[in-house]
């Protein structure tokens, strides 16, 4: 298989586009981080933007590969792609800017749903492509028990 790089690079971009948008929106996010009583599970603040980066990396090359395929059920696959991508980037806002830590992860929750749907679409047609989400869904899964807690110890 012939690699499209401009495909690639673009696939890539788009979500690595969507979480620089969504830190610039967030700036005071490190702040507001640093502020909160936190689960002694939770990594320090430097931990997430190097994490969200090869995560969103391995999103591109995922959609990518979905892309390539040539499959007749990509378009729906995609839907579900830029419907968690959105989800994704408006997690960010809630949990941050306005605050709102029980719906951040009521949020969080349909955002895990949405990209376990995701993964299987993507699994009918090309298993690379949901294996490349799976770290995306168990970073999720693990920023959902981050986000509850936070929650209750914020009340």
Known sequence: MKIKFDKLIISILIPLAVGQISALLTRSSADTYAMLSKSPLSPPGVVFPIVWTILYILMGISCYLIITSGNENTKNALTWYALQLVLNFFWSLIFFNLHFYLFAFIWLLLLIVTII??????????????????????????AAYLNFSIYLLNK
Request: net charge positive; glycine share 0%; proline share 8%.
């Open 117 to 142: 749907i995701m993964i299987i679409k993507f699994y009918k047609i090309n298993p690379l492509a949901a294996y490349l989400q799976i770290p995306y869904l168990l970073w999720c899964i693990f």
